[in-house]
Structure formats: C-alpha cells, structure tokens
C-alpha cells in the first residue's frame, strides 16, 4: 500500500482508533500532537513532521512523508537544526521501518550519499546514528 496516496486524509482516519480529547491538564506537545492527528496529510509541514516521527505517532505514514522530503533536501532543518529531521527518522524504531522497506532503502541512499563535511556538520553521535541506519560505515573526517 502507498501510504502517500492517502495525502487528503487525516491521521485520525488512517490510523485507528480515532484519539480522544486530550485532557484539560494536557501539555503543550500532547495538545499539539492530537491536532495533528486531525488535519489532512498534505497540510503537515517538516516540523509537524519532526514531532509526530519523534512520539512515534502514525510512523507507517509519517515516515514516507519524511523521505519525501529528506530525498529534496536531506539536512533540513526541520524545527530545531540542521539535519533534525533526518536524525529523528533514523531514530525511529526498526520495527517501523521494516514494514517500510522502499522508503527505507530511499532513506539509505540519501545517507550514503550526503557528503563528508554534511555528516561532520551534525551533532555529536548523529554519524554513528546515520551509519547504523545506513548499516554501513560512512567516511568521517578524524
């Protein structure tokens, strides 16, 4: 299935049960969250994105759309930095991405192919974490 195809749809309808009403008391990233879950997919910008991928909400149709745009643009900076939306869909859960495969292997090609001074512009560890999602080394500069 081309989770793409469902870009007029919200997460709500792709992904049941719909979500109740956060609670009065809720934070700030709970309320934030539930509204995402209520506009269509093609509304989401990377920051939305970036959020719902890092609380591992809807992953099978969140994912897809990162790549979309990590293909464009690998190193977006997506809310907080350079490369945080790439750095949180490598984070995702294996489980995730397994039942992704296409996706995945996009997403792999677009690691192996950012140049070495990309990679030594990340945060400390984020090499480490592109090369473990890559499941290969990349060139780092010492």
């Known amino acids: 299935m081309d989770n793409l195809l469902h ?3 919200t997460l709500d309808e792709l992904d049941p049960p719909r979500w109740t009403a956060p609670a ?23 920051a939305d ?17 990162a790549v979309r745009l990590l293909i464009e643009e690998p190193l977006l900076d997506a809310s ?8 949180a869909a490598v984070d995702a859960p294996a489980s995730a ?5 296409e996706p ?17 512009g990340l945060p400390r560890g984020a090499a480490g974490e592109l090369a ?3 499941g290969r080394p990349l060139s ?3």
């Open 49 to 65: 994105l970036h959020t719902l991928i890092l609380q591992q909400v809807a992953l099978p149709y969140t994912l897809p759309l």
């Open 80 to 87: 907080f930095y350079e490369g945080d939306l790439l750095l």
């Open 97 to 101: 991405w397994a039942v992704l495969p």
């Open 24 to 46: 009065a008391d809720a934070t700030h990233l709970v309320r934030k969250v539930h509204k995402l879950r209520c506009i269509p997919l093609r509304e989401f910008r990377p």
């Open 104 to 120: 995945g292997e996009q997403l792999r090609t677009v690691i192996t192919s950012l140049p070495q001074a990309a990679v030594a």
């Open 7 to 9: 870009l007029d749809r």
């Open 132 to 134: 473990r999602f890559a």
């Open 140 to 142: 780092l500069p010492c």
